[in-house]
């Protein structure tokens, strides 16, 4: 789509109206982008079928700013939606899309961003099937703010509970750490700083459904570390399960520049907000099978077990540091940088 096409150069309330001019916007952007059977009804919603239990999962996206290295708001909301659902054991399907766009943004960074949204959902094998869009007055918001719903079937073989989870239970994760959280920072106002660091914004439902067919209920749970990071997800598993966890400082895996982008900001890399990685908790028997598996993908070259679960000081996460010293992790406390996803 070509802005000169549509006769504007950037959104404006008329656009939230409800008249002639949201029926443009949605007609020549909208629906022309994601022309599917759903969506072309033009209903306010859209009736889907499944059998058995579904996945549902919804998030709202405000990354400031909404391009960054490696993407944009547009994919990373696709992709938070589709992994919360892989997350849970299913295969995401269809998403629920809606916007909140300020007034007086430009028009072709909507394209923009509507296309990076067609090209990720495609790419992650789902279909956007209803939504909606609303726009707000200038000062109001900060250019657009988006919301989407991901809904999938649990693949029958999963079985993905901190229930399962037992002492000796091995953690594994499928690459580096903090690439996201580092990325937006590297471009925020006041913190730029010469980098190449990437956003690892990427859909993960594939791999993670290869490994519940490979694994099946040997694989006790998935979760992504985004807002908090892997400390944050790790202390809450602790707390959960009541039993402790143990992580190695040597086993993290961490990109160069990204640790010592972190050592320049003082920052704790495992505190750090991730978009392209989870943290699996496997039975111990197959983890060597599992991350061999996980690095044959292309989204798990850099994977790593990076501890285990264990009766000892239960409720909390220990990590054993380079040094041979120990420390206590703890969750995040407070904001560390807002509006990161």
């Given at each position: 789509m070509d802005k000169g096409e549509l006769g504007f150069d950037s959104i404006n309330l008329g656009h939230g109206s409800g008249g002639l001019m949201t029926r443009d916007?949605?007609?020549?952007?909208?629906?022309?982008?994601?022309?599917?059977?759903?969506?072309?009804?033009?209903?306010?919603?859209?009736?889907?079928?499944?059998?058995?239990?579904?996945?549902?999962?919804?998030d709202s996206f405000v990354v400031s700013?909404?391009?960054?290295?490696?993407?944009?708001?547009?994919?990373?909301?696709?992709?938070?939606?589709?992994?919360?659902?892989?997350?849970?054991?299913?295969?995401?399907?269809?998403?629920?899309?809606?916007?909140?766009?300020?007034?007086?943004?430009?028009?072709?960074?909507?394209?923009t961003i509507v296309n990076s949204i067609k090209e990720a959902a495609d790419n992650s094998g789902v279909q956007i099937i209803t939504g909606d869009t609303k726009v707000v007055e200038r000062g109001k918001g900060d250019k657009i703010f988006i919301n989407t719903t991901?809904?999938?079937?649990?693949?029958?073989?999963?079985?993905?509970?901190?229930?399962?989870?037992?002492?000796?239970?091995?953690?594994?994760?499928?690459?580096?750490?903090?690439?996201?959280?580092?990325?937006?920072?590297?471009?925020?106002?006041?913190?730029?700083?010469?980098?190449?660091?990437?956003?690892?914004?990427?859909?993960?439902?594939f791999l993670v459904n290869d490994l519940i067919n490979?694994?099946?209920?040997?694989?006790?749970?998935?979760?992504?570390?985004?807002?908090?990071?892997v400390a944050s997800v790790l202390s809450e598993i602790a707390q959960d399960i009541n039993?402790?966890?143990?992580?190695?400082?040597?086993?993290?895996?961490?990109?160069?520049?990204?640790?010592?982008?972190?050592?320049?900001l003082g920052l704790d890399p495992l505190y750090v907000a991730n978009e392209g990685l989870f943290i699996t908790i496997v039975d111990a028997e197959i983890a060597d099978e599992v991350l061999k598996f996980i690095k044959n993908d292309e989204k798990?070259?850099?994977?790593?077990?990076?501890?285990?679960?264990?009766?000892?000081?239960q409720g909390k996460v220990v990590m054993y540091s380079s040094i041979g010293g120990k420390r206590i992790v703890t969750p995040l406390i407070g904001e560390q940088l807002p509006r990161i996803c």
């Open positions: 916007l949605l007609d020549k952007i909208i629906f022309k982008t994601f022309s599917n059977p759903f969506l072309d009804q033009k209903h306010d919603g859209s009736i889907v079928k499944f059998d058995g239990p579904i996945a549902i999962s919804t700013p909404i391009f960054f290295k490696g993407g944009n708001i547009g994919e990373l909301a696709v992709h938070g939606t589709v992994n919360d659902v892989a997350m849970c054991g299913a295969i995401p399907k269809y998403l629920s899309l809606a916007f909140v766009v300020e007034e007086g943004l430009k028009i072709d960074e909507f394209i991901g809904f999938g079937k649990v693949n029958s073989k999963a079985n993905i509970s901190t229930d399962n989870i037992k002492v000796g239970d091995k953690i594994i994760v499928n690459g580096y750490l903090a690439q996201h959280g580092m990325a937006i920072m590297s471009q925020r106002e006041g913190l730029e700083f010469e980098s190449t660091i990437e956003s690892d914004s990427t859909n993960l439902n490979e694994f099946g209920n040997k694989i006790h749970l998935f979760r992504d570390p985004t807002r908090g990071g039993q402790g966890v143990n992580i190695y400082e040597n086993d993290i895996p961490l990109e160069k520049q990204v640790a010592a982008a972190c050592e320049i798990g070259r850099n994977s790593a077990c990076i501890g285990e679960i264990t009766e000892e000081h």
